[in-house]
């Protein structure tokens, strides 16, 4: 029996196959019958569920496929979103020149996910000269041409994106998180190829969570779970 878990907005995890597999080992306890059921998932050939990356999910935002994107907003969204983190939807309604706070770049509630304004900060001079062209190319508005609305801009970046073969966007947000654990920590994330928790000095550890809830809040979240997810443990 083989199965394929999938994963909902929510974070939340459905996997048919082993919910069956507990609802069953349940019956078999209450008439008295567990042998009939085997304890564990593998022996129906179950994979185990994954909550933390062992391997990094950060594609490089190749040279070559972005040249072949025409629209050039799309392809100053998809650096964007290398560079800050961003999420598709804030790379696309984001307005550079109100953004730019000299020090950060500033998210409005109204473009985020979760609705609430957070700042990512301007740390690199690759990341400023990268927000001085985004600026230049929208001007005062969005990086949604002034004669189309979100949805028609967001239609065309599907497609850009897909013509050109560049998929995986989100992973583009694990390469920022990777990026700024280096910088934070002075060492590389462990989906990166750096040490991993159990390797770290108590002092180190320190060092770690700090770095973990920085980068968790500049991604848009609050816990510093979640960062095992872009960075491993």
């Known amino acids: 029996m083989a199965s394929s878990c999938t994963q909902r907005r929510s974070h939340t995890f459905r996997c048919p196959f082993k919910n069956r597999m507990s609802v069953l080992r349940w019956l078999a306890e209450k008439i008295d019958k567990q042998n009939i059921v085997a304890r564990g998932n593998a022996a129906s050939g179950i994979a185990d569920r994954r909550r933390v990356r062992s391997e990094s999910k950060a594609p490089d935002l190749d040279a070559d496929k972005l040249a072949a ?34 020090e950060v770049l500033r998210l409005k509630a ?40 979100y949805r028609d801009q967001l239609n065309r970046f599907k497609a850009q994106t897909a013509r050109a073969g560049i998929d995986r966007v989100h992973g583009l947000r694990h390469g920022y998180a990777q990026a700024r654990y280096a910088e934070l920590t002075g060492w590389k994330a ?19 969570r700090d770095a973990r809830l920085t980068i968790s809040r500049e991604l848009g979240h609050e816990r510093e779970q979640i960062t095992a997810v872009y960075l491993g443990r």
């Open 69 to 102: 994107v025409s629209d050039p907003y799309t392809a100053m969204s998809l650096r964007l979103q290398e560079a800050f983190g961003l999420r598709r939807e804030e790379s696309i309604e984001l307005r550079p020149q109100w953004a730019d706070r000299v």
């Open 190 to 208: 462990p989906a990166a190829g750096g040490p991993t928790s159990k390797q770290l000095t108590p002092a180190q550890k320190a060092i770690d």
């Open 110 to 149: 109204s473009w985020t996910k979760g609705g609430k304004e957070r700042d990512i900060p301007i740390s690199t001079d690759e990341r400023r000269e990268l927000l001085q062209l985004a600026k230049e190319l929208s001007g005062p508005g969005s990086l949604i041409p002034a004669e189309m609305s």
